[in-house]
């Protein structure tokens, strides 16, 4: 199933479909073929779900079909429509078969937490996470994840280091997570916030480290500049170098939250962008947090061609990117959770 069917089958499901039938506009046959053939050569590959049934509703299969032979079903008219109205099908019926093996698994979080200094807010927690997982090896071929998320992880394992390392602790405690299983759904993260290790109404907000180690180039933020009509863009493009430049995402009901990562950024000398959405739709563990209404941080750099390839080596990060996200998110972090 691909992402972008998610929401789509969830309502099915929920609503008693068995499957999901979606049909693809005129001119997508070639894609149609590509990804067919996708699915054929990973129709053995393993397929994860929480144990204690976290996929909720329950996932259904989703099948695509071209424009003509969604017309053969439904007729070319409603094949064809834009936004065809649901109606019942008299005398059409699919049948499908999917055979598998369920085999059980143990993947683990890793979880650390530094109690903070004053007597009251030391009940709230900042929680701050990246995920351990990547591809792996699949066909022969070898997935590092450099990127995605070493990048992450080697960062907030020297942002722990420097928290432990202070004889000063922020007010607040601070929660380090390490999630598996974001690959494969955002699972780990999803069994945080079903069983988390600091109760999520005493949760102040989750900061999210995923691929920190690409920046953007000077025409990428001209252009972000440009579709995003930026106030005083002009202004803006005219004193940031790339280098210096950082985008992150942010809750949009936290504007506290959004005010302390502009001084953090203005504190380590850094021209921020924010864009500010729910964050319920994300494709990182930020969404689990979003989804339950708490304020959230995407640390993300920028994407590259390597993205989910062999090619995602340490080779091609750049150290200096991460650096700079890496002392970002220190600096938001410890003023989060001392504020």
């Not at 380090?176 to 109760?199: A, C, D, I, K, Q």
């Not at 500010?276 to 494709?283: A, C, E, L, P, Y």
């Not at 990182?284 to 993300?300: H, I, K, N, Q, T």
Request: aromatic share 8%; charged share 25%; net charge positive.
């Amino acid at each position: 199933m691909r992402p972008r069917f998610g929401a789509k089958s969830a309502l099915a499901a929920s609503l008693g479909a068995k499957a999901l039938l979606a049909i693809e506009g005129p001119g997508f046959t070639r894609i149609l073929a590509a990804a067919l053939a996708a699915a054929r050569a990973s129709a053995k590959a393993p397929f994860f779900v929480l144990a204690e049934g976290a996929q909720q509703p329950p996932v259904i299969p989703v099948i695509r079909l071209s424009a003509r032979a969604g017309g053969t079903i439904l007729g070319p008219s409603a094949a064809g429509a834009p936004r065809a109205k649901p109606r019942e099908l008299p005398g059409v019926a699919a049948t499908i078969r999917i055979s598998g093996l369920e085999r059980p698994l143990t993947a683990r979080n890793v979880i650390a937490a530094i109690p903070g200094s004053d007597p009251k807010l030391k009940e709230e927690a900042l929680v701050i996470g990246a995920h351990l997982d990547h591809l792996g090896q699949s066909g022969g071929r070898y997935y590092p994840g450099a990127d995605d998320n070493a990048s992450g992880v080697a960062s907030l394992l020297e942002i722990a280091r420097a928290f432990a390392a202070s004889p000063q602790k922020p007010k607040r405690t601070v929660v380090f997570t390490f999630w598996t299983g974001e690959e494969e759904g955002h699972l780990g993260s999803e069994h945080y916030v079903r069983h988390p290790l600091w109760p999520l109404e005493r949760t102040a907000v989750y900061l999210n480290l995923d691929m920190i180690g690409h920046p953007w180039t000077k025409a990428e933020i001209e252009k972000l500049v440009s579709e995003t009509k930026l106030p005083r863009g002009e202004e803006f493009l005219s004193r940031v170098k790339p280098e210096d430049f950082v985008e992150l995402g942010v809750a949009e009901w936290a504007p506290d939250v959004a005010e302390v990562l502009a001084r953090a950024a203005r504190g380590t000398n850094l021209a921020l962008r924010l864009d500010r959405t729910d964050g319920k739709s994300g494709g990182s563990d930020y969404r689990e947090f979003a989804r339950r209404g708490l304020p959230w941080v995407r640390f993300f750099g920028n994407y590259f061609n390597g993205y989910h390839e062999p090619t995602d080596t340490v080779e091609t990060l750049d150290v200096g990117q991460v650096r700079k996200m890496a002392r970002l998110a220190l600096a938001s972090a410890w003023m989060l959770a001392d504020r």
